[in-house]
Protein backbone atom coordinates (compact mmCIF):
# COMPACT_ATOMS: atom_id res chain seq x y z
CA UNK A 1 0.00 0.00 0.00
CA UNK A 2 1.43 3.35 -0.80
CA UNK A 3 1.15 5.77 1.68
CA UNK A 4 0.78 9.65 0.76
CA UNK A 5 2.26 11.94 2.99
CA UNK A 6 1.04 15.93 2.69
CA UNK A 7 2.75 18.97 2.53
CA UNK A 8 3.58 19.22 5.90
CA UNK A 9 4.72 15.55 6.31
CA UNK A 10 6.97 16.33 3.82
CA UNK A 11 8.51 19.12 5.28
CA UNK A 12 9.18 16.83 8.37
CA UNK A 13 10.73 14.80 6.12
CA UNK A 14 13.29 17.14 4.67
CA UNK A 15 14.48 17.69 8.41
CA UNK A 16 15.09 14.40 8.65
CA UNK A 17 16.72 13.67 5.13
CA UNK A 18 19.13 17.15 6.21
CA UNK A 19 20.24 14.79 9.47
CA UNK A 20 21.36 12.27 6.22
CA UNK A 21 22.23 14.82 4.06
CA UNK A 22 25.14 16.42 6.41
CA UNK A 23 26.09 12.97 8.05
CA UNK A 24 26.82 11.48 4.93
CA UNK A 25 28.97 15.55 3.86
CA UNK A 26 31.10 14.60 7.19
CA UNK A 27 31.72 10.76 5.94
CA UNK A 28 33.20 12.24 3.17
CA UNK A 29 34.72 14.69 4.88
CA UNK A 30 36.47 12.69 7.05
CA UNK A 31 37.17 9.84 4.36
CA UNK A 32 41.06 9.42 3.54
CA UNK A 33 43.81 7.16 2.86
CA UNK A 34 44.34 5.16 6.67
CA UNK A 35 41.13 6.03 7.91
CA UNK A 36 39.15 3.06 8.51
CA UNK A 37 35.16 2.13 7.68
CA UNK A 38 34.81 1.64 11.56
CA UNK A 39 35.95 5.58 12.04
CA UNK A 40 33.61 6.52 9.43
CA UNK A 41 30.67 4.93 11.15
CA UNK A 42 32.08 7.12 14.41
CA UNK A 43 31.49 10.21 12.17
CA UNK A 44 28.11 9.41 11.14
CA UNK A 45 26.93 8.23 14.40
CA UNK A 46 28.17 11.69 15.97
CA UNK A 47 25.98 13.55 13.25
CA UNK A 48 22.88 11.70 13.99
CA UNK A 49 23.49 11.95 18.37
CA UNK A 50 23.95 15.91 17.88
CA UNK A 51 20.43 16.28 15.79
CA UNK A 52 18.80 13.87 18.12
CA UNK A 53 18.22 11.78 15.53
CA UNK A 54 18.57 7.50 15.48
CA UNK A 55 19.67 5.14 12.85
CA UNK A 56 17.20 2.82 11.08
CA UNK A 57 19.78 0.76 9.77
CA UNK A 58 21.26 -0.27 12.94
CA UNK A 59 19.77 -3.49 14.48
CA UNK A 60 17.84 -3.66 11.08
CA UNK A 61 16.92 -7.05 10.21
CA UNK A 62 14.94 -8.19 6.93
CA UNK A 63 14.25 -11.74 6.12
CA UNK A 64 17.16 -12.63 4.14
CA UNK A 65 19.20 -11.34 6.85
CA UNK A 66 21.08 -13.95 9.30
CA UNK A 67 22.17 -11.17 12.30
CA UNK A 68 20.86 -7.50 12.54
CA UNK A 69 22.96 -4.86 10.59
CA UNK A 70 25.62 -4.10 13.27
CA UNK A 71 26.23 -0.21 11.88
CA UNK A 72 24.60 2.81 11.30
CA UNK A 73 26.60 3.33 8.30
CA UNK A 74 26.90 1.28 5.09
CA UNK A 75 30.19 1.34 3.88
CA UNK A 76 31.00 -0.76 0.14
CA UNK A 77 34.72 -0.84 -0.80
CA UNK A 78 36.08 -1.22 -4.00
CA UNK A 79 33.81 -4.75 -5.28
CA UNK A 80 31.35 -4.32 -3.13
CA UNK A 81 28.24 -2.98 -4.37
CA UNK A 82 25.77 -1.98 -1.30
CA UNK A 83 25.20 -3.22 2.32
CA UNK A 84 29.01 -3.36 3.26
CA UNK A 85 29.96 -3.29 7.21
CA UNK A 86 32.00 -1.39 8.31
CA UNK A 87 35.55 -2.96 9.45
CA UNK A 88 38.61 -1.92 10.44
CA UNK A 89 40.91 -2.45 7.63
CA UNK A 90 42.33 1.26 6.39
CA UNK A 91 40.94 2.75 3.51
CA UNK A 92 43.87 2.33 0.74
CA UNK A 93 45.16 4.72 -1.94
CA UNK A 94 42.81 4.64 -5.04
CA UNK A 95 39.74 3.00 -3.44
CA UNK A 96 36.12 3.49 -4.26
CA UNK A 97 33.56 4.26 -1.35
CA UNK A 98 29.89 3.70 -1.36
CA UNK A 99 28.67 5.08 1.64
CA UNK A 100 24.30 4.03 2.45
CA UNK A 101 22.89 6.09 5.56
CA UNK A 102 19.61 6.34 6.98
CA UNK A 103 18.30 8.82 9.86
CA UNK A 104 14.73 8.56 12.23
CA UNK A 105 13.92 11.91 12.99
CA UNK A 106 10.66 13.04 14.50
CA UNK A 107 9.32 9.52 13.49
CA UNK A 108 10.18 10.06 9.79
CA UNK A 109 13.13 8.00 7.83
CA UNK A 110 15.54 9.57 5.33
CA UNK A 111 17.68 7.34 3.07
CA UNK A 112 20.37 8.63 0.44
CA UNK A 113 23.67 6.99 -0.57
CA UNK A 114 26.86 8.78 -2.51
CA UNK A 115 30.11 6.99 -4.08
CA UNK A 116 33.40 8.59 -3.89
CA UNK A 117 37.50 7.51 -3.98
CA UNK A 118 40.19 8.38 -1.99
CA UNK A 119 43.74 9.34 -2.60
CA UNK A 120 44.44 9.16 -6.03
CA UNK A 121 41.44 8.60 -8.50
CA UNK A 122 41.36 5.69 -11.10
CA UNK A 123 39.57 7.62 -14.14
CA UNK A 124 37.53 4.32 -14.44
CA UNK A 125 36.05 4.78 -11.34
CA UNK A 126 35.15 8.34 -11.60
CA UNK A 127 33.42 7.76 -14.70
CA UNK A 128 31.48 4.70 -12.70
CA UNK A 129 30.81 7.17 -9.99
CA UNK A 130 29.43 10.16 -12.70
CA UNK A 131 27.26 7.39 -14.33
CA UNK A 132 25.62 6.58 -10.85
CA UNK A 133 25.03 10.36 -10.17
CA UNK A 134 23.96 10.68 -14.27
CA UNK A 135 21.53 7.61 -13.65
CA UNK A 136 20.08 9.27 -10.42
CA UNK A 137 19.52 12.29 -11.95
CA UNK A 138 17.44 10.99 -14.87
CA UNK A 139 15.58 8.85 -12.00
CA UNK A 140 14.79 11.87 -10.29
CA UNK A 141 13.66 14.13 -13.06
CA UNK A 142 11.13 10.79 -14.33
CA UNK A 143 9.97 11.42 -11.02
CA UNK A 144 6.77 13.91 -11.96
CA UNK A 145 3.22 13.40 -11.26
CA UNK A 146 1.48 11.60 -14.05
CA UNK A 147 4.23 9.44 -14.92
CA UNK A 148 4.70 5.95 -13.28
CA UNK A 149 7.38 3.92 -11.40
CA UNK A 150 8.69 1.84 -14.80
CA UNK A 151 9.60 5.65 -16.39
CA UNK A 152 12.01 5.95 -13.60
CA UNK A 153 13.22 2.44 -13.90
CA UNK A 154 13.41 2.89 -17.39
CA UNK A 155 15.37 6.40 -17.10
CA UNK A 156 17.91 4.73 -14.20
CA UNK A 157 18.44 1.67 -16.58
CA UNK A 158 19.15 3.05 -19.89
CA UNK A 159 21.54 5.41 -18.39
CA UNK A 160 23.41 3.02 -16.73
CA UNK A 161 23.53 0.42 -20.01
CA UNK A 162 24.48 3.19 -22.44
CA UNK A 163 27.42 3.41 -20.60
CA UNK A 164 28.35 0.02 -20.57
CA UNK A 165 27.81 -0.80 -16.84
CA UNK A 166 26.51 -3.75 -15.02
CA UNK A 167 22.68 -2.96 -13.10
CA UNK A 168 22.27 -5.26 -10.04
CA UNK A 169 19.78 -8.04 -10.60
CA UNK A 170 16.31 -7.05 -8.45
CA UNK A 171 17.59 -4.19 -6.07
CA UNK A 172 16.67 -1.25 -6.02
CA UNK A 173 14.68 1.52 -4.64
CA UNK A 174 11.39 2.07 -1.93
CA UNK A 175 8.96 3.97 -1.03
CA UNK A 176 10.23 5.58 2.43
CA UNK A 177 8.11 7.53 5.07
CA UNK A 178 7.69 6.43 8.90
CA UNK A 179 9.53 3.70 7.81
CA UNK A 180 12.30 3.42 6.02
CA UNK A 181 11.14 0.66 3.49
CA UNK A 182 7.55 1.26 2.26
CA UNK A 183 6.01 0.52 -1.02
CA UNK A 184 6.04 0.92 -3.84
CA UNK A 185 9.24 -0.43 -4.83
CA UNK A 186 11.53 0.84 -7.58
CA UNK A 187 13.47 -1.52 -9.81
CA UNK A 188 16.52 0.59 -11.57
CA UNK A 189 15.57 -1.22 -15.21
CA UNK A 190 12.69 -1.67 -16.94
CA UNK A 191 10.01 -0.65 -19.42
CA UNK A 192 8.53 2.74 -19.50
CA UNK A 193 5.15 3.49 -19.04
CA UNK A 194 4.15 0.56 -16.51
CA UNK A 195 3.70 0.29 -12.91
CA UNK A 196 2.35 2.42 -10.13
CA UNK A 197 1.31 5.74 -11.20
CA UNK A 198 3.14 8.77 -9.45
CA UNK A 199 0.99 10.75 -7.51
CA UNK A 200 2.22 14.71 -5.48
CA UNK A 201 2.42 13.23 -1.85
CA UNK A 202 4.73 9.85 -2.70
CA UNK A 203 7.82 10.24 -1.59
CA UNK A 204 10.37 7.88 -2.69
CA UNK A 205 14.16 6.53 -2.21
CA UNK A 206 15.76 6.46 -5.92
CA UNK A 207 19.05 4.23 -5.53
CA UNK A 208 20.63 3.21 -8.50
CA UNK A 209 23.91 0.84 -8.27
CA UNK A 210 26.17 0.40 -11.57
CA UNK A 211 28.97 -2.86 -12.35
CA UNK A 212 31.96 -1.66 -14.08
CA UNK A 213 32.46 -4.83 -15.24
CA UNK A 214 29.13 -4.86 -17.55
CA UNK A 215 27.96 -8.15 -15.69
CA UNK A 216 24.71 -8.19 -13.55
CA UNK A 217 25.24 -10.82 -10.95
CA UNK A 218 26.69 -10.10 -7.53
CA UNK A 219 27.50 -12.71 -4.38
CA UNK A 220 27.34 -11.92 -0.70
CA UNK A 221 29.99 -12.25 1.86
CA UNK A 222 29.73 -14.75 4.19
CA UNK A 223 28.81 -11.62 7.13
CA UNK A 224 25.34 -12.34 5.56
CA UNK A 225 24.71 -8.46 4.15
CA UNK A 226 28.09 -7.39 2.00
CA UNK A 227 26.62 -7.43 -1.66
CA UNK A 228 29.86 -8.31 -3.85
CA UNK A 229 30.01 -8.24 -7.84
CA UNK A 230 30.76 -11.68 -9.00
CA UNK A 231 33.29 -10.39 -11.68
CA UNK A 232 35.54 -8.63 -9.38
CA UNK A 233 35.00 -5.38 -11.45
CA UNK A 234 34.07 -1.73 -9.11
CA UNK A 235 30.67 -0.77 -8.12
CA UNK A 236 29.22 2.67 -7.65
CA UNK A 237 26.01 3.65 -5.80
CA UNK A 238 24.01 6.88 -5.68
CA UNK A 239 20.58 7.54 -3.23
CA UNK A 240 18.32 10.50 -2.92
CA UNK A 241 15.02 10.92 -0.89
CA UNK A 242 12.37 12.14 -3.21
CA UNK A 243 9.23 13.66 -3.06
CA UNK A 244 6.49 13.97 -5.91
CA UNK A 245 5.20 17.36 -6.01
CA UNK A 246 3.16 19.09 -8.28
CA UNK A 247 5.73 21.41 -8.47
CA UNK A 248 8.27 18.57 -9.60
CA UNK A 249 10.69 16.55 -8.00
CA UNK A 250 11.96 17.73 -4.02
CA UNK A 251 15.06 16.25 -3.21
CA UNK A 252 14.77 16.01 0.41
CA UNK A 253 18.26 14.64 1.60
CA UNK A 254 20.51 17.19 -0.43
CA UNK A 255 22.32 19.72 1.66
MG1 LIG B 1 17.47 2.99 0.23
Known amino acids: MVILKTDREIDEMRAAGRVVARALAAVREAADVGVSPLDL ?5 EVLRAAGATSPFLGYRPRFAPVPFPA ?7 DAIVHGIPGEAPLRDGDLVSADFGALLGGWAGDAAVSFTVGRARPADLRLIETSEAALAAGIAAAVPGNRIGD ?16 PDGFGGHGIGR ?3 EDPGVPNEGPPGRGTKLRPGMVLAIEPMVIAGGTDD ?3 DG ?3 TLRTVDGSRAAHAEHTVAITSDGPRILTAL
Open 223 to 225: DGW
Open 41 to 45: DRVAR
Open 72 to 78: ALCLSVN
Open 152 to 167: IAHAIGTTCRAAGYGV
Open 179 to 181: AMH
Open 218 to 220: YTC
